[in-house]
């Protein structure tokens, strides 16, 4: 499976990771809508399961995909400080989104 991540978003969730509550997590991203032809993603912190695939990003950072969910493969997280601090991830695999 694979998962992309631009620097804000590495940024943000390397903080993240970095807290006392993130201990022995890892980044999840799950889906929180499925529409059938496109899903809403969302991004927490997590504990790997039996179907999880732990995916390796170029920016150091280790995400979570389900991989009994095809809408994970290939989401894109991006975080945008404008005009709202928060992340947007897509999927252009996998038709449009939004969040």
């Given at each position: 499976?694979?998962?992309?991540?631009n620097r804000n978003a590495a940024k943000v969730l390397k903080q993240m990771l970095e807290s006392?509550?993130?201990?022995?997590?890892?980044?999840?991203?799950?889906?929180?809508?499925?529409?059938?032809?496109?899903?809403?993603?969302?991004?927490?912190?997590?504990?790997?399961?039996?179907?999880?695939?732990?995916?390796?990003?170029?920016?150091?950072?280790?995400?979570l995909l389900d991989k009994r969910e095809p809408f994970l493969d290939g989401v894109w997280i991006k975080y945008f400080y404008v005009p709202q601090a928060g992340f947007d991830i897509t999927n252009s695999s996998k038709g449009h989104h939004h969040h």
């Open positions: 499976m694979n998962c992309k991540i006392e509550e993130a201990e022995g997590k890892m980044v999840r991203v799950y889906v929180t809508l499925d529409h059938g032809d496109h899903a809403h993603y969302e991004v927490k912190l997590d504990t790997p399961t039996d179907h999880d695939e732990i995916v390796k990003t170029d920016k150091g950072i280790d995400v």
